[in-house]
């Protein structure tokens, strides 16, 4: 789930328009410039009931080169959110083999969570690599070099797309996850998350004994992972998925006797994401609030702190209409 609010909407831009009434913003705003404007089509006042509108490079004669809103009664907006940009963090793995022991069984075993899309920690598939060293001769190095070898070769027989294993040094090699593209409405991109465990265990042969873990191989989380913040990937997954609700509800079914969907977001792009949390009254005699959102998200150029100005001039806007003390502070741009 994106959210329990009934309805969310998406308006995606990277300048906040000059122009302070709706008719000058259709006829002149750029592509991908925004604008809050009061419902009746004038610049934003103090607790104005207001929309937000986008500007898009659609066909202007037939009025489809803009997207708008909801009307947000300022009264009912109960909590506004920023937050910048921040990239997606791989989880990184380091693995050292800290002693060579003669006849001994080295083990790496990666679990792999969500195994095949499931989204259950309880789903999970393990991939192990294995190395088992000489009477004699072997080295912390080649062995290291045979649980690297073995472990890729297991891993390329998943498709090769998940976890990355790097030599990093004499004895030791790293595990990384691997970036996930994002094909919205089909593949959300999701993180690979897994956890590595080593062990090593001599090779007995006298049945009597009991053969444990001796700890000849460590693992270190040296890289959490993070999802980040308003990244491209979650800006195109959202998009799409409110999408259905605002244009075609059935995505496709009537294929060839359809609607086409317009689609803005940068699946790679770096942007700051502003979330209204707002509610409308239903019309009828129950009391029951129908909460809505609406995230406004400003593409960056890049991550520079000046990129954040353009947010800055949103923010602003909201400051107007909802007050100072309900919108949060500026982002910094120098």
Request: glycine share 6%; charged share 15%.
């Amino acid at each position: 789930m994106y959210g329990p609010n009934q309805v969310g909407e998406l308006i995606i831009g990277n300048i906040n328009a000059t122009q302070t009434t709706i008719q000058t913003f259709i006829a002149s705003a750029p592509d991908k410039a925004i604008k809050a404007l009061s419902f009746d089509g004038t610049n934003v006042g103090a607790n104005i009931p207001f929309s937000y509108f986008q500007k898009t490079a659609g066909n202007a004669a037939k009025n489809l080169n803009y997207e708008f809103s909801d009307i947000i009664i300022p009264a009912n907006v109960e909590l506004v959110t920023c937050k910048a940009y921040a990239a997606e963090v791989q989880k990184r793995v380091t693995v050292t083999v800290t002693t060579a022991t003669p006849n001994t069984t080295y083990e790496i075993e990666c679990r792999i969570y969500n195994d095949g899309g499931s989204l259950s920690p309880e789903n999970f598939a393990v991939v192990q690599g294995f190395y088992v060293s000489a009477a004699s001769g072997d080295t912390t190095t080649t062995i290291k070099d045979g649980l690297v070898l073995s472990l890729q070769k297991n891993i390329a027989k998943r498709g090769n797309f998940e976890l990355a294993i790097v030599s990093s040094g004499a004895a030791t090699f790293t595990i990384d996850s691997i970036y996930q593209n994002v094909v919205p409405g089909k593949i959300t991109g999701r993180m690979i998350e897994f956890d590595a465990i080593g062990k090593s265990y001599p090779n007995v042969y006298d049945v009597t004994q009991i053969t444990q873990n001796t700890g000849l191989v460590t693992t270190v989380v040296t890289t959490a992972s993070n999802p980040g913040q308003a990244t491209g990937k979650w800006v195109a997954n959202y998009e799409w998925f409110v999408k259905g609700m605002k244009y075609e509800v059935y995505r496709q079914t009537g294929y060839p006797a359809d609607f086409n969907t317009p689609y803005y977001a940068n699946p790679t792009g770096i942007y700051n994401a502003i979330n209204i949390k707002y509610f409308q009254q239903r019309k009828e005699t129950s009391v029951e609030r129908q909460y809505k959102s609406l995230t406004i998200v400003l593409e960056r150029a890049s991550t520079a702190n000046t990129t954040n100005a353009q947010t800055n001039l949103v923010l602003a806007d909201l400051r107007t209409v909802l007050g100072v003390a309900n919108v949060p502070v500026d982002l910094i741009a120098v």
